[in-house]
């Protein structure tokens, strides 16, 4: 009969399986030139495959100088002392006390002989209570908060592995802006030299004063850019003081004109997708713990069963610690059933049934936005770069342009305007590439935090 209904207790939870998402066997934007075997490293420092020494220093204090990564570390040590809690009920709860008193009886109590009595009261004891868990309520329930850690784990990890890679991104951003804020200063120079010829040239009547109006508008222009750029890259150096750990105002990066190349992010196979990102890992944990918890409710329909002992030694006086003043007792052996409560225990089921329905369904959605962002991110990063080479020849057109327009102004072959759209056109070409530049490296950052966070191991 025992045997009977602990395995009932066993089945008042179902059998767990994770819930099923098809996978494609490639990833549709990977590209013909990448095979879709490649063996996947497993996650670690995946920053260092950008080769930035500076970024890989930041990236070390994320780990002992963010807020949010320390918030999310405790919220898993919160979870892991809830499994300890609940592991608790599996054992027998044993309790001492002592008591000590002096009373006085009225005499004309009942059967009281007619006199008072005084009398001490000395008593020094332990009890035992013990849940006989015949129907799995307590093993589920530590199923469940076991469960409830490993996706609280997984979300320290998630928490880590988002604010690297919101570093990286951020850094990569004020990279690109330095590398404007470089332009912008030669341009600044070379929009002040132009403005000085045309002037002297309007000096000597030989340019019109439409010319050096049109040049000093140039320069201004260029000048308020500069500004804006600079006030935008003091936002993404607060940002990443923020991300470290540190007061804006005790912050500082120098400006550096360098801008890595985009490194080649390996990105194997789409069902390693499931492993490797841990926001995925959150959910199926989730899923188990919801699976768990319709055990917990199940558990309720059936008696509860709990045993009990108690023992000690009482007395009234002489030695209280003697064989003739010890006392015990073995129960009650009590089960506790609600005969009729309205279907509140009924309904308790249904509703874990449904947060494990809902579990199941974010399971799947998060599966499938993984599996978005990494196809966006592989477009991104094969059209950027395509678009970057686009842009460089660009580029190298629109600087020819400027250099024989600024000749045939000298040789006084055409007006200033000439110079002034020849210009702009090679500032907006290099501003451009220099954006799509910083551009393909936010993009593969976002593909290595797609990916769970990889990096090549050589």
Known sequence: MLTALTLAGCATAPVYERPTVRVASTFKEQGPWQRAGTDVPPPGQWWQIFGDPELDALAARIEQGSPSLAAAVARYDQASAQVRRTRADLLPQVGVGADAGRQRVSAGRPLGAGRAVIYSDLSVGASLSYELDLFGRIRNNVRATQADAEASSADVAAVRLALQAQLASTYFDMRGLDARLVLLRETVEAFTRAFELTSTRHEGGIASGI???????????????????????????????????????????????????????????????????????????????????????????????????????????????????????????????????????????????????????????????????????????????????????????????????????????????????????????????LILRSDQLQAATDLVRALGGTFPTS
Do not use: C, M
């Not at 804006?228 to 993404?236: G, I, N, S, T």
């Not at 995925?280 to 008696?303: C, H, S």
């Open 211 to 433: 010319d050096v109006s049109r040049a000093g508008a140039q320069l201004a222009s260029a000048k308020a850019e500069l500004d804006a750029v600079a006030a935008a890259r003091a936002r993404d150096e607060h940002a990443i003081a923020i991300l470290v750990g540190e007061t804006p105002s005790s912050f500082s990066l120098p400006v550096v004109d360098r801008q890595v190349a985009p490194p080649a992010v390996p990105v194997g196979l789409p069902s390693t997708l499931l492993e490797r990102r841990p926001d995925i890992a959150v959910a199926e944990r989730q899923v188990a713990a919801a699976n768990a918890r319709i055990g917990v409710a199940r558990a309720a329909l059936f008696p509860q069963v709990t045993l009990g002992g108690s023992g000690g030694f009482e007395a009234t006086a002489g030695s209280l610690l003697s064989a003739s003043n010890g006392f015990w007792a073995l129960g009650p052996l009590s089960a506790a059933l609600a005969i009729f409560d309205g279907g509140a225990r009924r309904a308790q089921v249904r509703f874990a049934r449904a947060q494990f329905d809902e579990a199941a369904a974010n399971y799947r959605q998060t599966v499938l936005t993984a599996f978005r962002e990494v196809e966006d991110d592989l477009a991104a990063v094969r059209h950027l770069g395509e678009q970057e080479r686009n842009q460089a020849e660009a580029v190298r057109q629109a600087q020819r342009t400027r250099e024989l327009a600024t000749t045939r102004y000298r040789d006084g072959a055409s007006d200033y305007l000439e110079v002034v759209t020849a210009q702009t056109a090679a500032l907006d070409a290099e501003r451009a590439l």
